[in-house]
């Protein structure tokens, strides 16, 4: 499976973006995906993450409320929609998949992610 993030970009405090995660190859309903973010000189940190089959999703604190993880099963594509963006939203984001050949908990663990797409970068400043 390849993973291809796309959709960062600058934006201004307060704003919106949506970002996109198209993927290659077959997903699993029984596989979850996430995002994760990376700031300049900080570990990467988790965000959101979605069971493939649909209905549970996991935030971080940070970003409850202002952000949604979403999927399109036939488009094979995973979303974040960013609300409400603040400056310590800046940093690439990653979509990353989780294979499983049974459901299990969505996790905020990296390490877990066995297939990873590149950064997309998002920049929120005036």
């Known amino acids: 499976v390849q993973l291809q993030a796309s959709g960062g970009g600058l934006v201004q405090p307060g704003g919106s973006l949506r970002l996109s995660c198209a993927a290659s190859g077959d997903i699993f309903s029984s596989e979850n995906m996430g995002w994760f973010r990376q700031a300049p000189g900080k570990e990467r940190d988790f965000v959101a993450a979605i069971n493939w089959r649909g209905g549970k999703v996991l935030y971080a604190d940070s970003v409850k409320g202002r952000f949604r993880i979403a999927k399109d099963n036939a488009k094979n594509t995973l979303y974040l929609e960013m609300n409400s963006l603040k400056p310590e939203d800046t940093a690439d984001y990653y979509c990353?998949?989780?294979?499983?050949?049974?459901?299990?908990?969505?996790?905020?663990?990296?390490?877990?992610?066995?297939?990873w797409g590149q950064g997309t970068l998002v920049t929120v400043s005036s």
């Open positions: 990353a998949l989780e294979r499983r050949s049974r459901p299990g908990p969505l996790q905020m663990t990296s390490t877990v992610y066995d297939y």
